[in-house]
Structure formats: C-alpha cells, structure tokens
C-alpha cells in the first residue's frame, strides 16, 4: 500500500471534467485507489464518489492505493494533479 498527498490546482476545484479524467486515469489500473479528505473516504475509481468530495480550490487530498500496480498507479495520479 502506498500514500501521498496532493493538492487540488484547478482553480474551479476537482468539478466534473477532471473529476472524469481522474476516474479514466485510476480504471486503467486494477489497484484499488481510494481517496481521502479529512474523515471522508471515497473509491478513486467512481465519478459520483469524487463528485461528493466537494474538493475545492487548494484543498489537500490524500490518495491510497493498494495493489500489483500501485506505484504505477500513484505516479500517474500525481502527474495529473501536478499539471493541472
């Protein structure tokens, strides 16, 4: 199991276009990806679960992931969020 912080830059907040390209992203791995905001844990690989995060400009998110391609996963999860 891995897990590393990240910061949300998209200035309108993880809303529904990157909320989407996150999801596309964690299904191309068959890690589980779960990501966590304060006492909140959602699955990383559904749309409505991201949605309910209500992540807004600069909020911390940690993300978790557990399995064969976890440090393939990860990496390409920290990508995303640092080039938004």
């Known amino acids: 199991m891995v897990k590393h912080e990240v910061v949300v830059k998209w200035r309108a907040g ?8 996150l999801v596309k992203l964690a299904n191309r791995f068959q890690s589980r990806i779960t990501i966590k905001k304060s006492d909140m ?18 909020t911390q998110l940690t993300i978790i992931i557990d399995g064969n ?16």
């Open 41 to 58: 844990e959602i699955d990383g690989k559904s749309v409505i679960g991201i949605m309910t995060l209500g992540a807004a400009y600069k």
């Open 14 to 21: 993880l809303h529904a276009r990157p909320a989407s390209e």
């Open 69 to 84: 391609d976890e440090n393939e996963a990860l990496s390409a999860i920290i990508e995303l969020f640092d080039k938004a």
